[in-house]
């Protein structure tokens, strides 16, 4: 089976789950990709390129998960661990066949232009990391600026970037990007609505692909990789729940095409955690009534990103509704009984396991007797599907070992 998916509709919702790492500071990425190529326009780049420059702005943070490290993107220049995402985001792009071109423009785009050549790449890949990286630090320099202010506050960015010219910033790109600020445009098209708007308009020009089950798997692992990494607390847990979502679903007679959109919704389900702040995630005691809608939120977020990924699709459905239960006490949706799909439930039940299976900041891993008391209990409350617990129970050893359990 494949999906009729437009590459730069699917690269934009990627870019939205990334903006989540920044809570506040959202559309970095987009603002990037936008300024990027206006620079490129003028320097003569040709409409491909330009266009892998819009897909590698978008997407150039993709090694950054947890928001401490975000809080350094926005506040130095230069610091002495930002190589540590580009070398993340690098191995991410590798893993994805779609987005493997974009993988050494991601690696050195916090390399300053002096060095390049002794990274020996090759030019195109200087010019792509280096114009992403000196528009990624405007940004950045820009940020505490409404757009009328940033437009005022032209000459004082400006002056900024010119300082490193030669060093950290190609000379003709600087050049460059000096006259594209001069227009008003340039600052008030990064106003969120206009992205939005541009970015829409985008979506319905660009062409849709055919992506195949395996390029949509490997996509989504590269999104579980990113998610899993916000904490170590989280390691590993999207992709052991879409593993053992899998297991279960084989396990159940479920026909090959469903079990592999099992699986991908899996990877998926925990997209909104990305927008989780780091010491509500990690937080060792019981959560506030403030802090407990903020990390249930979640789900919705998750659906709100794969809603405009999928559509209404199941896999979208799937994975965002991994915390309803069949009583109707669970969210975002509270659907209950025959509302809530029978792969939803799968993953419900895979994603509880693995939670308990793994160390959180408030309890150590469970052993597979502890793990099965605690599903046997929500059964009886009403909460989880008889098919999937008996399986689970039937299974118990099995299950608890993919979910990460060791003995
Ligand atoms: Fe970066
Ligand atoms: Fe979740
Ligand atoms: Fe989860």
């Not at 060093?167 to 939005?196: G, I, N």
């Not at 593993?243 to 959109?261: M, P």
């Not at 799968?346 to 900041?361: E, H, K, S, W």
């Not at 999937?388 to 608890?400: A, K, M, P």
Request: hydrophobic share 40%; net charge negative.
């Amino acid at each position: 089976m494949s999906y009729r998916m437009s590459l730069f509709r699917t690269i934009d919702a990627l870019s939205s789950c990334l903006d989540f790492v920044g809570i506040d500071d959202v559309m970095h990425g987009k603002r990037v990709g936008i300024m990027a190529v206006r620079v490129a326009e003028l320097l003569g780049w040709d409409e491909d390129r330009r266009q892998t420059l819009l897909y590698a702005g978008f997407l150039h943070d993709c090694g950054v998960s947890t928001t401490d490290e975000h809080g350094n993107l926005v506040t130095e220049l230069e610091w002495s661990n930002a190589d540590n995402h580009c070398k993340r985001g690098e191995k991410y792009l590798n893993e994805v066949s779609l987005f493997a071109h974009m993988a050494p423009y991601i690696r050195y785009h916090h390399t300053r232009w002096e060095d390049l050549p002794k990274k020996q790449v090759s030019q195109d890949v200087a010019e792509m990391a280096n114009i992403i990286f000196l528009v990624d630090r405007l940004d950045i320099l820009r940020a505490a600026y409404g757009p009328a202010e940033a437009f005022d506050n032209r000459e004082q960015f400006l002056s900024v970037i010119r300082k490193y010219s030669g060093r950290l910033f190609c000379p003709e790109m600087v050049e460059a990007l000096d006259k594209c600020s001069h227009s008003e445009a340039f600052w008030f098209s990064l106003d969120p609505q206009m992205l939005e708007m541009h970015i829409r308009e985008q979506s319905m020009l660009g062409s849709k692909l055919d992506i195949n089950q395996d390029n949509l798997r490997s996509i989504a692992t590269m999104f579980a990789h990113i998610i899993d990494a916000k904490s170590h607390f989280t390691a590993d847990h999207s992709v052991r729940v879409a593993q053992l979502s899998r297991y279960i679903a084989e396990g159940l007679g479920i026909d090959q095409e469903t079990c592999a959109g099992i699986e991908i919704a899996g990877y998926l389900h925990d997209l909104g955690k990305l927008r989780i702040p780091d010491a509500i995630l990690e937080k060792p005691g019981p959560l506030t009534t403030v802090e407990r809608p903020t990390m249930k939120r979640h789900a919705y977020d998750t659906y709100e990103i794969l809603y405009r990924l999928f559509g209404d699709d199941t896999i979208a459905l799937w994975a965002s509704f991994h915390h309803e239960t069949i009583n109707g006490e669970g969210y975002p949706f509270q659907l209950s009984g025959a509302k809530l799909p029978f792969e939803a439930r799968i993953i419900g039940v895979a994603d509880i396991v693995q939670a308990l299976v793994q160390n959180r900041p408030y309890r150590p891993s469970l052993p597979s007797a502890e793990v099965m008391t605690i599903v046997d209990g929500m059964f009886n409350a009403g909460r989880l599907d008889e098919r999937v617990v008996n399986f689970f129970r039937d299974h118990l050893q099995e299950c608890w070992q993919m979910a990460g359990g060791v003995d």
